[in-house]
């Protein structure tokens, strides 16, 4: 089974810093991998989702990178607030024929300390 | 915007009872799917499905079933409850499948469900 590993498990940055998060996977043949938030007991909220085929995307302060080769990907928050404060999870779809399965990690709790 | 709603945000069962997840989406999305989320061991998928009476295991599916009647009602079914059935669900549903440019999730709010 492909595994997924976030890692730190937790991070506090003060207001304003800009931060990175990290993600490995252990499958290169991956489809895309997504990058998900998840407020304290609440679902999860859809951030980016970078294809196989793309190096990056951006939504405003965030910007996602994926590097198959070496089987990472980060997650930039720029300017982080007070309001970034969740847990970040990562999560990848393999390109087995198919596939419908994501596999996620199991995150890193972010807390932006005013 | 999709919207996935859950039919509870908590529910309390005791051992042995049969206890019924209902969730449903509004964007007539094909792919429909139920996780379980612990502590430490992060989101595992139990069961999905990719078409109406459809369903495929996932990773988790013992003391699980599930029912894709019509295309955006998807319900968990926990035969017979048991305390390590305590946890968070969270049902999440997508427009297609792999053969896409590959779709998110949508995921809804998760019901907290404790058995005693």
């Known amino acids: 089974k492909q595994e997924v590993t976030q890692i730190p498990a937790a991070l506090s940055v003060p207001e304003g810093e800009n931060l990175v998060l990290n993600c490995s996977f252990t499958d290169s043949a991956i489809y895309n991998l997504q990058w998900f938030r998840q407020d304290p007991g609440k679902g999860l909220t859809s951030l980016l989702l970078?294809?196989?085929?793309?190096r990056e995307q951006t939504s405003g302060r965030l910007n996602a990178s994926l590097d198959k080769s070496s089987g990472r990907s980060t997650l930039y928050i720029a300017a982080s607030q007070p309001g970034d404060s969740a847990t970040y999870l990562c999560?990848?779809?393999?390109?087995?024929?198919?596939?419908?399965?994501?596999?996620f990690g199991k995150g890193t709790k972010l807390s932006v300390i005013p | 915007d999709v919207k996935v709603t859950q039919s509870s945000r908590y529910l309390v069962k005791r051992t042995g009872e049969k206890v019924f997840l209902e969730c449903v989406q509004d964007?007539?999305?094909?792919?429909m799917f139920w996780y379980r989320q612990d502590p430490g061991l992060g989101l595992r998928l139990i069961y999905f499905?990719?078409?109406?009476?459809?369903?495929e295991k996932g990773d988790i599916p013992e003391g699980y079933s599930v029912s894709r009647e019509k295309k955006e009602r998807f319900s968990l079914i926990l035969e017979s409850a048991s305390t390590n059935q305590t946890s968070m669900y969270l049902c999440?549903?997508?427009?297609?499948?792999?053969?896409?440019?590959?779709?998110?999730?949508?995921f809804g709010p998760g019901t907290r469900l404790l058995v005693l």
């Open positions: 999560a990848y779809q393999d390109s087995g024929a198919g596939s419908y399965q994501l596999t």
């Open positions: 964007m007539d999305h094909e792919n």
């Open positions: 999440a549903s997508s427009l297609s499948g792999g053969g896409a440019l590959g779709e998110t999730q949508y």
């Open positions: 970078i294809q196989s085929s793309q």
């Open positions: 499905s990719y078409d109406v009476k459809m369903k």
